[in-house]
């Protein structure tokens, strides 16, 4: 068996591992899918009966939100897993055995990518029962799902970064709610940016969150003539933006992960 290969095995054997540690902790999965449903019906109900929308109903508005907001979320678990790992010593126990060095970090991130395809798929039946609707073609709302599996995987990239370099996971969920609540909260997830004051406005219109969520309303049909899309670059061409984020947060962090992976195991 030739490095790639061994490689590729060692990743989804790891993934393997993960999943079932997921399965047999059964609380992680269901934060990431129950607040994502209390935002749900907190906005859907009680703030969306007083948020009005030109030629959509909110339900419709809030839903690709709310898909990346959960993937942004459940990034986190990434983290967590690797800093718990580090503390009890799993990585030590890795590092006696033939396998490549990439592996724990490749198998984590792709498990990462089956718990937010569960998610998504949860938030998905939520969100009809909310009147969420696509109205787009079969192809172009699986490419929606699709680009945000990969922004997914790419973000979890980026905690992994943060985890390996705090190395506890106390330090490492108090910094990364401080990371993820403001690109969440600043951008068009629950209001339009426009309603939002200048500097914030800004922001907003540059998040890399806001184009992803611009480009799954736009991918998923969620979108109406009657509400104009702001005039910069990022939400203009937000699907092509929104590849082009993943493969930017890809190509730094991964290898920034890895090369942080390799420090902490030769400790």
């Known amino acids: 068996m030739n490095t790639l290969q061994m490689a590729v095995a060692d990743g989804m054997t790891i993934a393997k591992r993960n999943a079932l540690k997921i399965r047999r902790a059964p609380d992680l999965l269901g934060g990431v899918i129950m607040l994502p449903i209390v935002f749900v019906l907190l906005f859907a109900y009680v703030f969306g009966s007083m948020i009005e929308l030109p030629g959509m109903s909110y339900g419709e508005y809030l839903l690709p939100g709310i898909f990346v907001m959960t993937i942004v979320s459940s990034a986190q678990i990434t983290g967590y897993t690797l800093t718990l790992d580090l503390q009890k010593g799993i990585f030590d126990r890795f590092r006696t055995l033939p396998m490549s060095p990439s592996a724990v970090l490749t198998g984590q991130t792709l498990s990462d990518v089956i718990m937010n395809l569960t998610s ?79 500097p914030l406005r800004v922001i907003a219109d540059w998040n890399p969150v806001s184009t992803l969520i611009q480009a799954a309303r736009e991918l998923f049909g969620n979108t109406s003539p009657a509400m104009a899309v702001p005039d910069v670059w990022p939400l203009r061409h937000a699907v092509l933006v929104s590849v082009l984020w993943s493969v930017l947060l890809l190509a730094v962090f991964a290898p920034l992960a890895t090369r942080l992976y390799r420090r902490a195991v030769s400790r």
């Open 120 to 198: 998504v798929v949860a938030m998905a039946l939520v969100g009809l029962l909310v009147g969420w609707r696509v109205h787009s073609s079969p192809l172009e709302a699986a490419g929606g799902f699709l680009l945000l599996l990969f922004f997914s995987y790419a973000f979890s990239w980026v905690t992994a970064t943060v985890a390996l370099s705090l190395r506890t996971p106390e330090v490492f969920n108090n910094v990364a709610t401080i990371m993820s609540f403001p690109l969440v909260f600043l951008s068009n997830a629950f209001v339009d940016s426009a309603r939002l004051p200048g």
